[in-house]
């Protein structure tokens, strides 16, 4: 799954034992997809007993708000357990959202240069679908699937799913041999030896087993509309949780799965082709699984 443009780990700095402090920065981001298993990637990582994990895992510290409210002291202490881990990790798929914030590479490069960043990426059109039922329960989205649709050009998952376009703000200030491109659907049907690609390409070799590895955290398909009382819940984030874990179905109704228009479809893949092949020249990757 290497492909020719992919960082090999030879070129990270050798690790040795004893060389990690508390309070350090992270040398490794998993930088999106959203949607794409960052959650269960950065999981099967954090059980390494050699990777101190940021808990929860998107620290979005580098989104401009929370960059200039935070600071540099507070991002440091979120990579102290274990202690004497030997490489630190962040994920947060809000750093590939451009359309959003266009400085979050910057300031990554400025504050950690030499990290290793991950991304990991699915069919792009899947990809939409599973984000717009994201964002239907989480209550920001109320209109249908076409509607969502309507504006490619200004549209947040079409965009999202504009995986070059989104790396390339990053290969602006990190050479190629710093990033890996990771597929979602091997990530699904191979998890050890994704896994194992992952840890050699960040220097700690292969090898790794847990039973935590191949284990899905988020299921679109359990996501549930919102209702009105719902609603009236929405903005105490804790009784929300409570409410939609132990009785789902008061609080919400299940959301169908969005069924694409044929010319919608066509009008996406046509506008996403030429994003499509960039990322698989640059990643080597063949993505066979992909629709475009």
Not at 3 to 8: A, C, F, N, S, V
Not at 122 to 139: M, N, T
Not at 194 to 205: K, P, S
Not at 270 to 280: F, N, P
Request: charged residues 25%; glycine residues 6%; positive net charge.
């Amino acid at each position: 799954m290497r492909g020719r443009l992919q960082g090999t780990a030879d070129r990270i700095d050798p690790v040795e034992p004893g060389t990690a402090t508390a309070g350090r920065l992270p040398d490794t981001l998993i930088i999106g997809a959203m949607k794409c298993a960052t959650s269960s990637l950065h999981q099967y990582l954090a059980a390494h007993p050699s990777i101190a994990a940021s808990t929860p895992k998107e620290l979005d510290f580098f989104l401009a708000e929370r960059h200039a409210e935070l600071g540099e002291a507070w991002y440091r202490r979120q990579f102290c357990d274990p202690p004497g881990a030997l490489r630190a990790l962040e994920s947060s798929p809000n750093y590939t959202k451009r359309h959003e914030d266009a400085g979050v590479a910057a300031r990554v490069a400025a504050l950690v240069p030499s990290a290793r960043l991950v991304y990991v990426l699915r069919d792009p059109l899947k990809r939409i679908e599973s984000h717009y039922v994201h964002s239907v329960g989480a209550g920001r989205v109320r209109v249908g699937f076409d509607e969502a649709l309507a504006d490619l050009t200004t549209n947040p998952f079409v965009q999202t799913s504009r995986y070059w376009w989104q790396l390339s703000a990053f290969l602006d200030h990190f050479p190629a041999e710093q990033v890996r491109v990771v597929s979602y659907e091997q990530l699904s049907a191979r998890p050890d030896v994704v896994v194992d690609e992952v840890l050699d390409f960040i220097g700690l070799g292969g090898g790794f087993r847990d039973p935590i590895i191949g284990k899905v955290t988020h299921q679109s398909e359990d996501k549930l509309r919102p209702n009105r009382l719902g609603m009236l819940f929405w903005k105490d984030r804790k009784t929300r949780n409570r409410l939609r874990r132990h009785v789902p179905r008061l609080v919400g109704t299940p959301i169908e799965r969005p069924v694409w228009n044929p010319q919608i479809r066509s009008r996406v893949a046509d506008y996403l082709a030429d994003d499509v092949a960039a990322i698989r020249r640059f990643s080597g990757l063949e993505f066979t699984e992909w629709s475009i």
